[in-house]
């Protein structure tokens, strides 16, 4: 199985950096407000790092030229996703890209963070400004021009949040520093009724789990995305850590997440009030979940192996991956392939 999964890795892979544009970036033509790439290109560029570590190299000159596509997108308020007509995705996109930089290290890389890093810290909802009761605490949103108000924090969840945090401490930001203590909050206030995660505190109507009490029960996305927001905060690897000397809340999440899961779907949605929601996002639950898996070395038996039957009886004969359903993006071949390749590079490190 593992020669399998390295020849499905190769040809992701290859079909990824097929569809580089001569500009270094990942550029939709499937839909209108990403094909510039400010959000896909550092999602891809991200995924494609991981390819490495699995057996499968990276071309250097396709890497150097993704990253000057990347930091060329930088305005001058040091954040990427506010060029086009529409935002894309500004917080996740600078994010991203702060996780390339701090994850290959080019020369020069720390001062090409410092813009960034500036940025992000500029938006997530401190104490200042009314928000220190509000559940937005903590937390990123999708990213704003002008600062809201309270109490309409807007679009606040933990996948966006997580991809601040790991953008951060990739580059630099060490434990202990003040936005990784107040995310803490936020991530930990976004558990569910069963100690799993929900994806927002803010909106609880964009929650896809079951409804429970008043709030919701959690879901697999959601769940991996709290443990490994919880693991970028962290001022030890909690991944590393022996299981019986994790955090409880660490401890509890991965406890809900092997209960529920499965490859077939997004886990917990079903029969809910969201189950479309199950199959759409279905890349990101395998994507999300094999790196949580590898990284706390806590998956259920045989996991990798399912995992690879999964993925790989869904790869198109030109070695991409797309989904049927528009409702997370995952019928555009850039953003599934690239869930795909993040998930067979954990099933094989």
Known sequence: ???????????????????????????????????????????????????????????????????????????????IGFS????????????????CLGRLRPEGWEPATKPLLAWLRSQQFTGRGGWRSHPALGGFPMGWTTPPEPPNAGHVDLSMTRRALEGMRAAGVQPGDPTF?????????????????????????????????????????????????????????????????????VRIALDRLLAMHRTDVNPGVLGGPMEPFATAMRGYYRAASSRVFATFSAGPEGWRESMIDAVATEQRDDGSWQSTSNLQKEDDPLVATAFAVRALSACLV
């Open 1 to 79: 199985w593992v020669i399998d999964a390295r020849t499905r890795l190769e040809a992701g892979v290859k079909w990824l950096l097929d569809a580089q544009s001569p500009n270094g970036r990942w550029q939709s033509s499937t839909y209108g407000y990403l094909k510039e790439g400010q959000s896909l290109s550092p999602f891809v560029l991200d995924a494609l790092i991981d390819a490495p570590a699995a057996g499968v190299a990276l071309p250097p000159e396709s890497v150097s030229l993704a990253l000057r596509g990347i930091l060329g997108l930088v305005d001058e308020q040091g954040r």
């Open 84 to 99: 086009g007509p529409a935002a894309d995705y500004p917080v996740y996109a600078t994010g991203l890209a702060l996780s």
């Open 181 to 249: 203590r107040l995310a803490f909050r936020f991530i930990l206030g976004s558990r569910g009724g069963d100690g799993g995660f929900v994806y927002s505190q803010v909106e609880p109507q964009l929650n896809k789990g079951h409804p429970h009490g008043t709030g919701h029960m959690s879901y697999g996305t959601a769940t991996c995305d709290g443990l490994l927001a919880l693991r970028a905060v962290s001022p030890a690897d909690v991944g590393a850590l022996p299981a019986d000397e994790r955090p409880e809340p």
